[in-house]
Structure formats: structure tokens, C-alpha cells
T-cell receptor, first 117, second 113 residues
Framework: GAVVSQHPSRVICKSGTSVKIECRSL??????MFWYRQFPKQSLMLMATSNEGSKATYEQGVEKDKFLINHASLTLSTLTVTSAHPEDSSFYIC?????????????FGNGTRLTVT | GESVGLHLPTLSVQEGDNSIINCAYS??????FIWYKQESGKGPQFIID?????DKRQGQRVTVLLNKTVKHLSLQIAATQPGDSAVYFCAENTGNQGGKLIFGQGTELSVKP
């Protein structure tokens, strides 16, 4: 149980284009999903907290107009990297926690490797 | 975004030996801690968790120790196997921040056969 599916697993795009990444909780409802970014040989950095039916909460230094988050249902959150540039190339990972279980593990997707050329 | 440190220390052990991975967490108000294992190109995988009202918890081949006095967490892996080779992260949850997890620096474990 507690499977989080992320799509696509890899994407290559040209500079200036936008890329959408989907995160789905397959067998549970997730009021809150979290988006992380990870550079090679580094830790996961929290980008934003995605709340179903409301605006996302962004961490300090993360541009909300560049990284658009939509959490339209209890099982789906999307991250859109707008006007992508090579420095946005990274490993993006989403996670979700079961509804109303704040002190429980986050379940992670398998990440999306974004390469901007 | 928040993160604790940018370095990735490494630990190399012989197959069959016990491994101890350490982590210093940042927030004394954190009330819940998790260890994750991350293999190359994949998302983190849950290993074991512990709440702040405990100082030790055991799972299958793994033990987590929590020392709140010095804000230190450790993961012990018994009889380490080649399949345990991965990067291990500790993560802390501060309950008053909407349940978000902040990850520690990570340790790369390499198991030699």
C-alpha cells in the first residue's frame, strides 16, 4: 500500500519551454503533497507544500511563478516548471502523506529527471 | 528550500559487518524522525521511524537510536548486505509546520562483498 506514482520519469526539453510533472497517490488520499528537488550528490531540498483545494506554500527562495503547483484532487498534484532553463535541470521528487496523518512517513514517487538543453 | 548541509559523506563496510550511520538534526522542536534509503535514480524508500517520546526502535535488521539531548539520530544496520548499498537520509518533522519533512545531509553506504 501507500504507492505514489510520478510521471514522467525522465524528460528532456528545450530552454524556454514548460514541463509538467504529475504526482498521484494510487491507493490513498493525500490532503498534502510535497515537492522536493535534488541535485547530484546532495540532499533533498523542499520546494513547496501542495494543499488540496488551496494555494501551495513555497519555501524561501523558491519562485512560485516559475514552479507552478496545482493540487486539484486528493490524489493528484502537478508541478509545472515554466520557461525552463538549463539551471532548472534536476531530479524532482514528489511525496504524499495519508489524509490526516501528520506524524506518519511520507511516501515518495520515483522522481522525474529533468534535463533542459 | 530548506536542507541541512550539502555534503555527502561516505561509509564503506564489509559484507556481514554492522553499519552505523549518524545524523545531527537541527530543530529541538522536531517530534518525529524517519530514516530513508535512496538508490540511484529512485525516490527515497522508508526504512524506520521513531517518535520523540522514544529513544530506541528496532525493525528487521535495523535499529534507530534517538538522543534528544544532543539532537542526534543514528541508524544501525545489522549484517550489512550488498543490497544495502545506497544513500541514507534522516528526516525530521516539526509538528507545527504542517507535517513537512526536512532532510539531513545523507550518507552513502558502500558494502564490499
Amino acid at each position: 500500500g501507500a504507492v505514489v506514482s510520478q510521471h514522467p520519469s525522465r524528460v528532456i526539453c528545450k530552454s524556454g519551454t514548460s514541463v509538467k510533472i504529475e504526482c498521484r497517490s494510487l491507493d490513498f488520499q493525500a490532503t498534502t503533497m510535497f515537492w522536493y528537488r535534488q541535485f547530484p550528490k546532495q540532499s533533498l531540498m523542499l520546494m513547496a507544500t501542495s494543499n488540496e483545494g488551496s494555494k501551495a506554500t513555497y519555501e524561501q527562495g523558491v519562485e512560485k511563478d516559475k514552479f507552478l503547483i496545482n493540487h486539484a484532487s486528493l490524489t493528484l498534484s502537478t508541478l509545472t516548471v515554466t520557461s525552463a532553463h538549463p539551471e532548472d535541470s534536476s531530479f524532482y521528487i514528489c511525496s504524499a502523506r495519508a489524509y490526516r496523518k501528520n506524524n506518519s512517513p511520507l511516501h515518495f514517487g520515483n522522481g522525474t529527471r529533468l534535463t533542459v538543453t | 528550500g530548506e536542507s541541512v548541509g550539502l555534503h555527502l559523506p561516505t561509509l564503506s563496510v564489509q559484507e556481514g559487518d554492522n553499519s552505523i550511520i549518524n545524523c545531527a538534526y537541527s530543530n529541538s522542536a522536531s517530534d518525529y524522525f524517519i530514516w530513508y534509503k535512496q538508490e540511484s535514480g529512485k525516490g527515497p524508500q522508508f526504512i524506520i521511524d521513531i517518535r520523540s517520546n522514544m529513544d530506541k526502535r528496532q525493525g528487521q535488521r535495523v535499529t534507530v537510536l534517538l538522543n534528544k539531548t544532543v539532537k542526534h539520530l543514528s541508524l544501525q544496520i545489522a549484517a550489512t548486505q550488498p543490497g544495502d548499498s545506497a544513500v541514507y537520509f534522516c528526516a525530521e518533522n516539526t509538528g507545527n509546520q504542517g507535517g513537512k519533512l526536512i532532510f539531513g545531509q545523507g550518507t552513502e553506504l558502500s558494502v564490499k562483498p
